[in-house]
């Protein structure tokens, strides 16, 4: 990675996930498997857009950008490529328009792959912000439910079995498809806007995937430029102390990997991918350019 690319840590995990979203998504809003921590959504949205801004997430989920964008009074656009999730995404964005949001959402059943044919052609060039988080394999967070004498039950942790959702692609096939994902991305940015990605390495086989690094190249295959690399906790910040924020799934995973003999640490972070178009990279770089000329005159 280039030496020039800004770092920051956000301390996105103060209060957990479900306190994040109490109150301000519906109460069924977790049963999705997968689910960006709005603390996350509401950092990248007040970082890079103002009101009245468009912001578009091209794997909307539950539509979490989507409210944290219409709460901070920008309007948004989801696509969601199953029904189910595209539903609730709404019900979630009238939802918050019921506590005073005073930004417009939407949102698309339709295919990210096929982003610009999916959205109204009328947004393109216009996009201040994409912002997203892509699926990394079928099964995911969920829920427990402790059952006395008969152990954990686990529930809402996986996709549905369409085969053509991505998180069923495998990571060759998750990688392909988010390199046109992203060429469809870049193609609604206005000028200065940014495509950014909140993703997690993950444990496979025993192995670390780097997926963050990755997706880095596919941003850059995609003709995208990597502007910013940050680090989103997913633990609390108490002085100089972590506060663990880590799910059932992934404390019984590094538990069993230690049982077989194999040391394993929880993933206490989602790397923040940032990207420009490489016009508005050029731009950037020219301005910092006459600005120092001007600051050394």
């Not at 049982?259 to 991918?273: C, Q």
Request: with cysteine; glycine share 10%; charged share 20%.
């Amino acid at each position: 990675m280039p030496a020039d690319i800004p770092l920051s840590v956000w301390p996105t995990a103060q209060r957990n996930a479900r306190a994040q979203r109490a109150g301000r998504y519906v109460e069924i809003s977790g049963h999705h498997p997968a689910k960006m921590l709005p603390a996350i959504a509401q950092r990248a949205i007040a970082t890079y857009t103002k009101p009245g801004d468009l912001v578009v997430d091209p794997m909307a989920g539950i539509g979490s950008t989507l409210v944290e964008a219409v709460h901070l009074g920008r309007d948004a656009i989801g696509v969601e490529y199953e029904s189910e999730w595209a539903d609730l995404a709404r019900a979630n964005i009238e939802f918050a328009r019921s506590q005073g949001a005073t930004g417009h959402g939407e949102v698309v059943c339709g295919d990210a792959r096929h982003l610009t044919s999916v959205v109204d052609p009328a947004v393109r060039g216009l996009v201040a912000l994409v912002l997203t988080s892509p699926p990394y394999g079928p099964s995911l967070h969920g829920q427990v439910t402790a059952r006395p004498g008969q152990g954990i039950a686990k529930s809402h942790d996986r996709y549905s079995t369409d085969p053509a959702n991505l998180a069923h692609v495998g990571l060759t096939g998750l990688l392909d498809a988010m390199r046109t994902v992203l060429v469809g991305c870049a193609r609604l940015l206005r000028p200065d806007g940014v495509v950014a990605m909140t993703v997690r390495p993950w444990w496979r086989n025993g192995q670390l995937i780097d997926l963050p690094g990755a997706l880095v190249r596919v941003g850059e295959e995609a003709g995208l430029v990597l502007y910013e690399r940050n680090v989103a906790l997913l633990a609390g910040l108490r002085g100089d102390q972590l506060v663990p924020r880590t799910s059932f799934f992934a404390l019984e995973a590094v538990r069993k990997a230690r049982l077989r003999g194999v040391p394993r640490l929880v993933v206490a972070h989602e790397d923040f991918l940032v990207f420009r178009a490489p016009s508005a990279e050029a731009g950037a770089a020219q301005s910092a350019t006459r600005y120092a000329a001007k600051a050394a005159a």
